[in-house]
Structures are given as C-alpha cells and as structure tokens.
T-cell receptor, first 115, second 109 residues
Framework: ETGVTQTPRHLVMGMTNKKSLKCEQHLGHNAMYWYKQSAKKPLELMFVYNFKEQTENNSVPSRFSPECPNSSHLFLHLHTLQPEDSALYLC??????????????FGEGSRLTVL | GQNIDQPTEMTATEGAIVQINCTYQTSGFNGLFWYQQHAGEAPTFLSYNVLDGLEEKGRFSSFLSRSKGYSYLLLKELQMKDSASYLCAVKDSNYQLIWGAGTKLIIKP
C-alpha cells in the first residue's frame, strides 16, 4: 500500500456510541494531522502529532480523543458525539510539522454521520 | 484575525483559461499552497509559492505577490477532469496552515 489510508470510509453512529477512526501512512513521514472538513467551510485543524508528540490541540471538544502509537499510525476515538460533528474527517501526513515547504499528503477521509 | 478569501464557485468552458484568486491576511508568511480536491476524494498538492512571481507546472501556474497578500491559480486548456474544488492555504509565522473555504470550479463542455 502507498500513501495515506483511512478506515472506515463511512461511519454512521448514534450519539451514545463509541467508535474510532484509523489512519496509516506509508510515506515515512514524521508528522500526522487530523482535520475536520464541513461543507463550504475551511479545513479545521484538530490535532497535530510531530515525531509522535502532540503539538497542537485546537480547542477540540474532549469527545474527540487522538492517539498516535507510532509515527505511521493515528487514531481518532469518538464518544458521545453531537449531530453537528457530522463531517468529513481527513488524516494527513508531512515530512515534519515545522518546515515551510513541506506539503501535506491526505487520506481519502472518513465520512461521519451522527444521528 | 487570520483570513483567506477565495471565490465560492466559478464556471468555465472546456478548452478555456480560468484564474482563481486568493487573498490573505495572516500573522507572518511562510509560503502559500494550492490543493485540488475532487468530490469524494482527498485533497492533492498542486503548488507552493514562497517568493513573488509565477511558478509554472504544465497546464497549471500559480502566482504570488506578498506585498499585496494575493495569489492566483491559473488553469489553461481546461479539461472536464479539472472540475474540482481548489483550496488555497497559507503557512503563518508559526508554520500553521490557514485555509480558505475552497473554490468549486465547474467545467462545461
């Protein structure tokens, strides 16, 4: 496999469920990101891990919990979500989290619907 | 606050040329990126500008004017497959990416 892969691609959950999104990158990168993408809105950065250390947490509600066991894997644990959390969740990686020129490589995203 | 502005939607004809503008106000500047995102797919990197001027890459070119806080993406010889959203993003002084809401480009035959 190459690039950044995300599973599942689609997820429907109730507000009381607990689920997890998984991301894996095969690019040898050191930084991984979770973004939220809602229709007609800019990408919202949720979490950044640089060399497995969380460096950013942009005031994300505690019902979203990230986990980065190693530099190739990133999880987003979800619990007691709200309907407004329905969105496309994108995982991305880059060579590192601080350089200027390093572009992001995105996964296909996990489309989340909260009922 | 930090802000990126780009048109919400544009329409162009197959074979023509289209220019998508992006203006920004950010705390510092460490480069500007353009990404392409087809519906239901991942955003993919198109271009990076850090110095003023035009960067050409095949049918796509990207221009930057740092003094004006302005960039554009120029697409030539439009093809139907160019129908997509185009995302402008700027890295600020803390190397944080600030994103625009994207421009949906519709190509008509």
């Amino acid at each position: 496999e190459t690039g950044v892969t995300q599973t599942p691609r689609h997820l429907v959950m109730g507000m009381t469920n607990k689920k997890s999104l998984k991301c894996e990158q095969h690019l040898g990168h050191n930084a991984m990101y979770w973004y939220k993408q809602s229709a007609k809105k800019p990408l919202e950065l949720m979490f950044v891990y640089n060399f497995k250390e969380q460096t950013e947490n942009n005031s994300v509600p505690s019902r979203f919990s990230p986990e980065c066991p190693n530099s190739s894997h990133l999880f987003l644990h979800l619990h007691t979500l709200q309907p407004e959390d329905s969105a496309l969740y994108l995982c991305a990686s880059s060579q590192d989290g601080t350089s200027g020129a390093g572009e992001l490589f995105f996964g296909e995203g996990s489309r989340l619907t909260v009922l | 606050g930090q802000n990126i502005d780009q048109p919400t939607e544009m329409t162009a004809t197959e074979g023509a040329i289209v220019q998508i503008n992006c203006t920004y106000q950010t705390s510092g500047f460490n480069g500007l990126f353009w990404y392409q995102q087809h519906a239901g797919e991942a955003p993919t990197f198109l271009s990076y500008n850090v110095l003023d001027g035009l960067e050409e890459k095949g049918r796509f070119s990207s221009f930057l004017s740092r003094s004006k806080g302005y960039s554009y993406l120029l697409l030539k010889e439009l093809q139907m497959k160019d129908s997509a959203s185009y995302l402008c993003a700027v890295k600020d002084s803390n190397y944080q990416l600030i994103w625009g809401a994207g421009t949906k480009l519709i190509i008509k035959p």
